[in-house]
């Protein structure tokens, strides 16, 4: 039995590593499946442990420095009090001019964009965005490329400096294979691929607020650039009262705590199934463990490659025609629509095409 026990652990243990299971979803599978309460709550004890170290270190966040907390030695013959040159991998993609503020430096809280203090750390950076021409943008490298094909969860917060005499939408994040670098100080014609809501301008000066979403890599992005990429006729905007007079047709925003990591989708498909009966593992279906998960597809194929199960609702029960189908290697696809662990609101699509083994 104990033997029994070790070997489902790990092969639990493998499918919430690969899928970034949370803690909470253990409980969930092992209330579905039939053992004793003894061996059920020895195998959570087990399943925690285990996985204690691996959830913790599951997410690598791709983005150096993240919030611009490591400095520079820059002089400052060249480099001014605040410049953005003084924050480690970061930079400027143009000639427009971003503000780095430090606590170290005395930019923080109290600024030229306003009063705010950092998210996290001791630090964060603030661009301009010009009613007219003028764009401020920041920009890194990766710590390492995306990966074709691969989910990747983009956040970053931000946060209207009280100086700014308009607010705007259209914040995002744009990603390249090649870093950006044009010698002017307009708005970059590129398409983020995370923004900010649209005709939604941010005119929060007090809380930090988050702009996230999902990025498919096509392969090979390992840049990044940080502003508004609309131009005047396509960024909506609202006039801010009491803001600087320098910044009487800017939106001024700081911006902390960037991150890139790859998403795993909280759904498993098992490598097998035995419909022999017993009541155990006797459906193929998707391993899931949050309920505002829609599968919309769910086919099953045989060897050759025949449709033999459509029906995104319940799972294959090893029949066809009413006849037992054979011990072997079969095929699935799946389509599910997936919601955002903080924003159930969004959802990104999850498709995968795989094989299993049918046991008798």
């Known amino acids: 039995m104990f033997s029994f026990c070790l070997n489902l652990c790990l092969y639990v243990q493998h499918i919430c590593k690969a899928t970034k299971l949370y803690y909470g979803f253990l409980h969930s599978f092992l209330t579905k499946i039939k053992i004793v309460k003894s061996i059920k709550a020895l195998l959570l004890l087990m399943l ?7 959830l913790v270190h599951a997410q690598v966040n791709l983005v150096p420095n993240p919030s611009f907390e490591s400095i520079t030695n820059c002089p400052s013959s060249l480099c001014g009090d605040f410049d953005i040159a003084l924050t480690q991998n970061w930079t400027t993609p143009t000639l427009a001019t971003p503000d780095y503020f430090n606590l170290s430096n005395g930019g923080i809280p109290q600024n030229i964009g306003g009063y705010q203090n950092a998210r996290t750390g001791n630090a964060y950076v603030g661009i301009a965005i010009g009613k ?3 764009r401020e943008y920041i920009q890194c490298k990766l710590i390492q490329p995306l990966e074709a094909d691969k989910n990747y969860k983009v956040t970053f917060f931000i946060s209207m400096g009280d100086s700014s005499g308009g607010s705007c939408d259209n914040m995002g994040i744009y990603f390249s294979t090649t870093a950006i670098s044009v010698l002017n100080t307009e708005h970059l014609p590129y398409s983020p691929q995370v923004i900010s809501k649209p005709n939604n301008p941010i005119i929060d000066d007090i809380d930090w607020i988050q702009i996230s979403g999902i990025f498919r890599a096509t392969g090979g992005e390992q840049y990044i650039t940080i502003g508004v990429f609309t131009d005047e006729a396509n960024t909506d905007w609202i006039p801010i009262s009491g803001g600087a007079e320098w910044a009487a047709e800017q939106a001024y925003y700081f911006i902390d705590d960037v991150s890139v990591v790859e998403f795993f989708a909280p759904l498993a498909m098992p490598t097998s199934f035995s419909p022999n009966g017993d009541g155990i593992n006797d459906f193929y279906y998707p391993v899931y463990f949050d309920s505002t998960i829609a599968v919309r597809e769910f086919r099953v194929y045989n060897r ?29 696809y799946i389509y599910a629509d997936i919601p955002l662990p903080d924003n159930l609101i969004q959802r990104i699509s999850f498709k995968k095409e795989s094989s299993f083994t049918l046991l008798r």
């Open 48 to 54: 925690l442990t285990s996985l204690n170290t691996s």
């Open 132 to 134: 007219a021409l003028y």
């Open 304 to 332: 050759w490659g025949q449709l033999i199960h459509d029906n995104p609702t319940i799972g294959w029960d090893g029949y066809y025609k009413d006849k037992p189908q054979p011990v072997g290697i079969y095929t699935y």
